[in-house]
């Protein structure tokens, strides 16, 4: 039996179902082994009064802090924060937040190692807590956590020096290892481990249909999943709409960039044929990407989106950037269009996809070596061999 506890900043709660549903689903499958025993610990970062009486924060703090979330066991500790503060002594916060509770829950039943889901502030609240236990532990950068946080002034050295300690790591692509590497972190540490799709909910269905059933017209259709931050690139395609005067845009995500992109919308003339739904919820996801035509993400930076892979197993072709590991997914023509982050450079690629639309079942097939049973076994297979190999060095392919 390996006993792991897993610590993730990024964990749904019912105030927040969809925040780091990639963290929980590949927690669920790790679990769901017969050989594992996992805990989990989502801590929630609150800032001190007045600002925690913010509704977004209010919700927070009043969620359980500890609960039975779809199997797993949760705790969800509470730490301090300051909103603006750049990450300054988040990991710190974080660990002296959570050291307590880790040290109850491992003297009651022992763990094998500390499993930290983001590199920041996971990642060196991981390592002080490991230090605190004698307890091996991994980290895994999925983006932001290297794209930004591993260079920003205040977090990079806490980064650093949790990939240089961490007993092992894992990276969502070979394009992130490659930046973990630029780091200056060893590359011997680092397994590349691909995310998962679910292939049953996520499959090809009749758009016309689809497309009626969500209120579209019959149309072209582009949908686009992602945050509403500069970093996503939806400016760019809201620009490339303007180059596509039949088609409707979908944006499903929410962020502080849409107020400028409805802006932008209505400047360009688009605002007819951008809708923005919001934040919907995961298992609404497959509709969306199946009913549209192309799905677009012209990320600034990735590691390997979730969505990109959602998207392919929907049938559905991919227009993104070279962001992170796009290269790594595209192993044959009819996944998409890899393109510059310009908008006629967009608008003609998806206009391509338009006129001569891929098979389905031939863009599906670009996803078929995402499968959660994948992902479970590769990260079963990491974590493991931190405990068999503490007394000697990793060494991956």
Same mark, same amino acid.
């Given at each position: ?16 179902? *969809?925040?780091? *549903? ?5 927690? #669920? ?45 949760? !705790?969800?500790?509470?730490?301090? *924060?300051?909103? @603006? @503060? ?12 959570? #050291?307590?509770? +880790?040290?109850?829950? !491992? ?78 972190? +060893? ?5 590349? !481990? ?74 360009? @003339? ?6 923005? #739904? ?15 035509? *192309? ?103």
């Amino acid at each position: 039996m390996l006993r792991i506890l897993t610590l993730a900043s990024l964990f749904p709660d019912v105030s927040r179902p *969809v925040f780091g *549903v990639f963290v929980e689903r590949q927690t #669920l499958g790790l679990a769901a082994r017969d050989d594992v025993d996992l805990t989990v610990i989502a801590p929630l970062g609150i800032p001190p009064w007045p600002l925690a009486r913010h509704p977004r924060y209010r919700a927070l703090a009043q969620l359980p802090r500890l609960e039975n979330w779809k199997g797993l066991t949760v !705790h969800r500790p509470r730490f301090p *924060v300051i909103p @603006g @503060g750049k990450g300054l002594s988040s990991a710190a916060l974080l660990a002296r937040a959570v #050291l307590p509770l +880790a040290r109850r829950l !491992h003297a009651h039943k022992p763990f094998d190692l500390i499993d930290a889901q983001f590199f920041f502030p996971d990642g060196p609240a991981a390592m002080r807590i490991a230090q605190a236990l004698g307890l091996p532990f991994s980290v895994k950068a999925r983006g932001a956590d290297i794209h930004h946080w591993g260079h920003q002034r205040w977090t990079a050295g806490e980064v650093r020096a949790a990939g240089m300690a961490a007993d092992g790591l894992l990276a969502v692509s070979a394009a992130m290892k490659r930046d973990m590497v630029a780091l200056g972190i +060893a590359p011997e540490k680092i397994r590349v !481990h691909y995310t998962g799709v679910d292939l049953d909910a996520f499959h090809p269905g009749d758009r016309a249909t689809l497309k009626a059933e969500m209120g579209f017209d019959s149309g072209p259709l582009i949908a686009s999943v992602g945050a509403l931050i500069p970093r996503k690139g939806q400016k760019l395609l809201i620009e490339a709409l303007v180059a596509l005067p039949r088609a409707t845009l979908a944006l499903a995500g929410q962020g502080p960039d849409r107020g400028a992109l409805e802006a932008l919308a209505r400047e360009r @003339g688009v605002a007819g044929r951008v809708h923005f #739904l919001g934040n919907i919820p995961h298992e609404a996801l497959p509709h969306l990407l199946a009913a549209a035509d *192309v799905m677009a993400l012209p990320s600034a930076s990735e590691g390997l989106a979730n969505a990109w892979v959602e998207a392919l197993a929907c049938g559905t072709p991919i227009v993104i950037s070279s962001a992170g590991g796009a290269a790594e997914l595209f192993d044959r023509p009819e996944a998409g269009r890899i393109v510059p982050r310009e908008p006629l450079a967009i608008a003609g690629a998806i206009a391509e996809l338009l006129a001569d639309p891929p098979e389905a079942e031939a863009v599906r097939a670009t996803a078929g070596r995402f499968t959660w049973a994948a992902n479970s076994a590769a990260l079963f297979d990491h974590l493991s061999g931190l405990k068999r190999r503490q007394a000697a060095p990793l060494s991956y392919d």
